[in-house]
């Protein structure tokens, strides 16, 4: 999965920064993962769609792919911010993640099909994707997730640009990705 990053420091906003402070409180308390993830959902969907969640520069795009924009890591590595900015036709490879996750849209609606891996029964035969659900997440929709069980697919089939920003459960600036694997394995869709 090919991505343009933008590593450097980010310029943030008054309303970013209150993101930033509400995601810490919620991912400070501690919780089980999947819990962190809902929690940390309720904090970022007030500031969806605000004109002034993000500057300028973290809403440009790349022409040749999908573009992240690291906007924030916590100190500890307890959380990253990234927003991801995606033209039309950008999307990601099959892959799951090395954290709980939660995304939302801030700007046009991202395509999403989910997958289940399905052991092979036979001996030797290689493991498949089952495709279990399709979404369209729209300007303010919201999801979380936590492995095992993330695995998908995200991209932009609509006319304009989307982005959304994304919350990891991980150091992204030390690990320069989220995602853990990228699935190769045939899939039924």
Known sequence: M??????????TTA??????????????????????????G???????SADDLLTPEQCESDPERYRQHLL??????????VALVWLPGQGTSVHDHVSWCTTGVHEGEEYERRYRLVPSQATGAA????????????????????????IHRVWN????????LHVYG?????LGTSVRRVYELPADR
């Open 72 to 81: 924030h890591a916590e100190h500890d590595g307890s959380f990253s911010v």
């Open 2 to 11: 090919t991505t343009s990053t933008a590593f450097s420091a980010a310029r």
């Open 42 to 48: 309720e904090r970022l969907a007030p500031h969806l």
């Open 127 to 150: 493991a498949r994707l089952v495709a279990t659900e399709d979404v369209v997440n729209a300007r303010g929709a919201v999801c979380g997730f936590a492995p095992p069980g993330d």
């Open 157 to 164: 089939a609509g006319t304009g640009r989307a982005i959304s």
């Open 15 to 40: 309303r970013l920064d209150l993101l930033i402070a509400e995601v810490r409180e919620a991912v400070g308390r501690g919780l089980p993962p999947d819990l962190t993830a809902y929690l940390v």
């Open 170 to 174: 991980a150091d992204i600036s030390r």
